[in-house]
């Protein structure tokens, strides 16, 4: 009587090496886009503002944190999204 047996059935995957190389990629999209995000804290309020000077937007609010790290954790969501449902084209493909 066995309970284990080797069938073909076990080595179909759901995902390929393709859909794991591309779900990193993506991971790392992400990583970016949150490091790009982060920033700001500084414990001399006086530094808040570049150059000092308070009449300027703090360092806060500038493109990086507001648009562009934005942008890049939304197109790291897509590639995820895209990574996941990739599928190639033949068996071939696959392996």
Do not use: C, H
Request: net charge negative.
């Amino acid at each position: 009587m066995k309970f284990i047996e080797n069938t073909n059935e076990d080595k179909n995957f759901t995902f390929s090496r393709t859909n794991y190389i591309l779900v990193a990629i993506g991971a790392l999209i992400l990583l970016v886009g949150f490091i790009l995000l982060s920033g700001g804290a500084v414990e001399n309020p006086d530094e808040f503002y570049p150059n000092g000077d308070q009449n300027q937007v703090p360092a806060i609010f500038d493109f990086r944190r507001l648009t562009l790290a934005p942008i890049v954790i939304l197109f790291g969501f897509a590639f995820e999204i895209v990574a996941i449902l990739w599928s190639p084209k033949s068996k071939k493909d696959e392996q």
